[in-house]
């Protein structure tokens, strides 16, 4: 049940953000449960997850990161500074990359 919350969390973030999630997810089935934890991480690293999306496409993605960026740039524009908290690093890290372009 946490875990669904987590998911759900990440997908409301961005989309983008539950992809290793599921890439993991389709790799783990009912015998990977009884499996050694040896064995376990090597069926993970296994896993091949997408490479790291343009800026166009991560903006097509989620209209909630599009509305933040137009509304940094306009604050931006009228002077302000802001401050932008989020809990997740990757988000910041996709905001830190298309603020900086």
Not at 8 to 17: A, E, G, N, V, Y
């Amino acid at each position: 049940p946490l875990a669904a919350l987590t998911v759900l969390k990440k997908i409301c973030d961005h989309p983008r953000l539950a992809i290793k999630f599921e890439a993991l997810r389709e790799v783990m089935d009912a015998d990977s449960m009884s499996m050694k934890p040896e064995d376990h991480q090597k069926l993970l690293s296994t896993v091949e997850l997408p490479k790291d999306p343009t800026d166009d496409i991560l903006l097509r993605e989620s209209c909630k990161l599009k509305f933040a960026l137009e509304l940094l740039e306009l604050l931006s524009e009228s002077g302000h500074r802001t401050l932008l908290f989020s809990t997740s690093l990757k988000i910041l890290n996709y905001i830190q990359s298309m603020i900086a372009d």
